[in-house]
């Protein structure tokens, strides 16, 4: 199984800073990773896919990048519609497997 | 748009079983995988389970292999989870998700809005 590790668990941010997520996987996943965005009482959303790919109707302050086994998450000016939790997920292997997830608070 | 919609949570015993239905619209159905995904409370997210558009793929998480069957009906747009054998350890919300894109690659989008399963005596 392909342990992913997402880091850090909290982490405390002023509106209109830049935030950057890291995942690792335990093996390369090519680019088969994907990030999530999940706010209390909701269920997750799809924000980015195939490492960099951002899914419909994302606004552009959202991007990825990464390959083989180093992820990122990165939104470049931080909006309050932004504090929640995001995970990544690893789809090259089964089982399908996420990480623990980091939670974005207002500082 | 693209929908799916979760219902047959609710309160079990140990040892017992619920059936779990998935509602899908706004997209042919039977040309997607389908999964479930489930969150205990406080916790993050576990993958549990997927199913090709035409049944011949199926894959299950280790922790609910023997125990839950995942299956479709696609004339009716319906994904199902029967869950048998139900521990304290399966409560959790869970939730419905179409496969994205058209590739092989299972990601998820979109998310049904779940419901809870607890087990409990």
């Known amino acids: 199984e392909i342990v992913m590790t997402q880091s850090p668990a909290t982490l405390s941010v002023s509106p209109g800073e830049r935030v950057t997520l890291s995942c690792r996987a335990s093996q390369s996943v090519s680019s088969k990773s994907a990030w999530y965005q999940q706010k209390p009482g909701q269920a997750p959303r799809l924000l980015i896919y195939?490492?960099?790919t951002r899914a419909t109707g994302i606004p552009a302050r959202f991007s990825g990048s990464g390959s083989g086994t180093e992820f990122t998450l990165t939104i470049s000016s931080l909006q309050s519609e932004d504090f929640a939790v995001y995970y990544c997920q690893q789809y090259n292997n089964w089982p399908l497997t996420f990480g623990g997830g980091t939670k974005v608070e207002i500082k | 748009e693209v929908q799916v919609l979760e219902s047959g949570g609710g309160l079990v015993q140990p040892g017992g079983s619920l059936r779990l239905s998935c509602a899908a619209s706004?997209?042919?159905?039977?040309?997607?995988?389908m999964s479930w995904v489930r969150q205990a409370q406080g916790k993050g997210l576990e993958w549990v389970s997927t199913l090709s558009g035409n049944s011949a793929g199926i894959w299950y998480a280790d922790s609910v292999k023997g125990r839950f069957t995942i299956s479709r009906d696609n004339s009716k747009n319906t994904l199902y989870l029967q869950m048998n054998s139900l521990r304290a350890e399966d409560t959790a919300v869970y939730y419905c998700?179409?496969?994205?894109?058209?590739?092989?690659?299972?990601?998820?989008?979109?998310w049904g809005q779940g419901t809870l399963v607890t087990v409990s005596s």
């Open positions: 706004g997209f042919t159905f039977s040309g997607y995988a």
């Open positions: 195939d490492a960099s």
């Open positions: 998700a179409k496969k994205g894109g058209t590739s092989s690659d299972v990601w998820f989008d979109p």
